[in-house]
């Protein structure tokens, strides 16, 4: 049985760079899912979206921001890597899957409980001013 030539620190790094960027995209999901709306409309929102995360409900997931898996390629693979780590074209389709979905899990991990911040801290607020 051949080695993989992807180390659990290669997944680990694409997982953070998957991470930081599911952080940027919360911003983004914040910006247009909540800012600009009154208080009780970010309220209602920052409700559904919470009872939705932990529901499983598929149209609320589905409007959070996702990865975009057709778009990764070896750019963004080198993006990600760690120095050292194999290049995009060394990696056997198995560990280019493994690549792929370990900064994808890093993304969507960090949109859900970002999100979920957020959405609590709207609900926070709005209690403080009751």
Known sequence: MAVSP?????LLALRNAGEREGRLAVGWWQ????EGRTAS????TAQAVLDGIDSSDDAVVAALPRFDVAGYDADR???HAPVG???WSELPDHDQALVV???RDGFTDAVRDGVAVRCHAVLTAR????
């Open 127 to 130: 209690e403080g001013t009751r």
């Open 85 to 87: 780590a194999p290049g």
């Open 6 to 10: 992807v180390g659990s620190e290669v």
């Open 77 to 79: 693979y080198q993006a």
């Open 31 to 34: 910006q247009h899912a909540l």
């Open 41 to 44: 409309e970010q309220e209602r």
């Open 101 to 103: 979905e370990a900064v």
